[in-house]
Each structure stands twice: as C-alpha cells, then as structure tokens.
C-alpha cells in the first residue's frame, strides 16, 4: 500500500479543478483551489455550495456528509505557503508554458514526497516534468475527465522518469477518488484526445461547408451513432479554448495537419464565443 494522499493542492479553478477539489473533498481527502483569479475561486466556491446542496436535496448525501466535504474545502491564491500537501494537482489553462512555470514553482514549493500531477488534455508529461527539475520522478498525469464528480474516467500517464511509486500513489488516489484509473502512454492527446479532437474538429468543417446546421450534426450523430450529446455541444462543453488549445498541441507534436482547428472554431474563440462558460459558443445557454 503505497503513502495515502490526505490533502491535496488543485491549481486553477476552472471547469476541471472545480471539479476534482470537490470530487476529493466528497471522498475524504482536503482540497485546498487554488487560482490566480478572484473570480474563477468565487465561482468555484459557488458551485461547490450549489452541487453539495443539490446532493443533499437528491438524498445522495446527508447534511452532515455535505458540511463535512464543505468544511475540507478551502480557497486561496497562492500555493508557495502550502508546504505540508501529499499531492498537487495542476488544472491551469491547456498551455505549455504556463504548466512548465508553475511546475518549476512546485518543485520548490513542495514537500520532497509530494505527488506532482498535471491534468493536462494533450501536453507530454515527459516535457512538463524537465520544468520540475530534480523531482521529475514525482511527475505524473492524472486525466479526468468532465463533469468530474460523474465522470469515472483518469487517464493516467508516465512520463519517462515517473517512478514506480509516483504510478501506484496516482493510481490508489484515483481509485480513493471513486475513478477507474486506465494507463495510456506519453503521446500527445493521449488516447482520449487524440481520437476526440478529430472528430470534433470534422463536425466543425461539416458545419463550416454547410453539409447541416449544428443541431442536425449533433442529432445525426446522436441518434445515428449512439452518442449521448453531439460534438459540437460537447465542444462547447469542454471549452472552445480548450478544444482549440489541445487541437495546437496534436498538431505541433504530430505534425498532421488534420489536428488544425478549423477556422469557424477560431473564429467562435476570438470573438470570446467559448461555450458553456461564457453563456455562449456554437449555441446559446442562457445563465440560470
Ligand atoms: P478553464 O479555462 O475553465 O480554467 C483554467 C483556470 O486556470 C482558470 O480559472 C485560470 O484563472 C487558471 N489559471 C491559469 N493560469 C494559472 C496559474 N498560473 N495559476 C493558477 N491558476 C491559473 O480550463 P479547464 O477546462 O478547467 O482546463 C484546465 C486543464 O484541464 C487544461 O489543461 C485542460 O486541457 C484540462 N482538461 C480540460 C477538460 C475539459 O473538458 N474542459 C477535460 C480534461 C482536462
């Protein structure tokens, strides 16, 4: 049995680190968000409050059960104070750059023993991990996917130094988690990506070439193929500049230039059109 992980550090408070601080704080474990943005932590912490009181309304969590997970949450900007954490886990924006600087900070921040782990949609592990320096044996993906808190999915990712113990301290992490940990090795996109991000870029063309409007792509490939939403809404779903982000990276590292994202989706990006979290994207989603 591998060093147990009790408190965890998430840096950024998107979509995803929302989603996996409140994830670990469900199962036991104290998950300090952290982000740069005032605003992403004020969004975190209400849709932290929002989904334990939805649990606690749907009867799948007590009172108690929710105050509790509450109360292993906290908030903050800044992780270089935090030195007693058993694990990190990066959420920040799907570039390398920023990944590579903050994990530079981490491998000084950090407890020699901590867990270094980076959800990175698409970004090899083996290239972040040169930015940790001397602890890139500690480094390792851990790929949830969203929403978080129901999907089952980590895909879980060596890089060439990740050592033995850094893999089963991941892998019993995400099984505290409630997850299924399914290993894929070091290549850009992964699995999960690699083979998503084709298709979604394909619906866009459709869309662009006006073979059907977005609702009937979506339609045709729900009804048609048995998939439980289309590809433009998960698009938006998952984040247009995220989308756009991982399709870059697929496309610097393959070199195929299938993986560029097609123009419409760059378009949709630079006028701030980016999906759910901007209320707008390919459709429209009118904040509740
Ligand atoms: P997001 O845009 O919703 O959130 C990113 C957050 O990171 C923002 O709140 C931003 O303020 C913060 N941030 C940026 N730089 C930072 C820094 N230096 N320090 C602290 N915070 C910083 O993005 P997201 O969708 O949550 O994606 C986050 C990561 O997860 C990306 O690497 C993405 O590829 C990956 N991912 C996304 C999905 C998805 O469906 N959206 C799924 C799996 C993995």
């Not at 998950?31 to 975190?44: E, R």
């Not at 059907?212 to 048995?226: F, S």
């Not at 419409?264 to 059109?273: E, F, P």
Request: proline share 5%.
């Amino acid at each position: 049995m591998s060093k147990p992980v009790n408190t965890i550090v998430v840096v950024g408070a998107g979509t995803m680190g929302s989603g996996i601080a409140l994830t670990a704080a469900q199962s036991g474990i104290r998950a300090i968000q952290i982000d740069l943005s005032a605003a992403q932590l004020d969004k975190a912490r209400g849709y932290h409050t929002k989904q334990l009181a939805r649990l606690v309304e749907k009867q799948k969590l007590t009172e108690q059960q929710a105050k509790e997970a509450q109360s292993r949450l906290s908030y903050g900007s800044d992780f270089a104070s935090l030195s007693e954490v058993d694990c990190v886990i990066e959420a920040a924006s799907e570039n390398p750059e920023v990944k590579k600087s903050l994990f530079r900070s981490f491998a000084g921040a950090f407890a020699a023993d901590t867990l270094l782990a980076t959800n990175t949609s698409s970004i090899s592990i083996t290239d972040i991990a040169t930015a940790a320096g001397g602890r890139a044996s500690q480094v390792i993906g851990m790929h949830f996917f969203n929403p978080v808190p129901v999907m089952k999915l980590v895909e879980v990712i060596r890089g060439i130094a990740t050592s033995d113990e850094t893999l089963a301290r991941t892998l019993d992490l995400a099984r505290a988690m409630g997850k299924t940990p399914v290993p894929a090795n070091d290549r850009a996109g992964f699995v999960s990506n690699r083979v998503l991000m084709p298709l979604i870029n394909e619906a866009f063309y459709t869309w662009m070439e006006g073979v059907a409007k977005p609702e009937d792509i979506d339609q045709i490939l729900v009804l048609g193929c048995n998939f439980p939403m289309g590809p433009l809404r998960l698009a938006d779903f998952i984040g247009l500049d995220v989308c756009h982000d991982i399709m870059m990276v697929l496309y610097r590292e393959l070199g195929d230039p299938k993986f560029f994202p097609c123009p419409i989706l760059r378009q949709l990006v630079s006028a701030g059109r980016l999906g759910n979290k901007s209320n707008r994207g390919v459709f429209e989603y009118p904040s509740k």
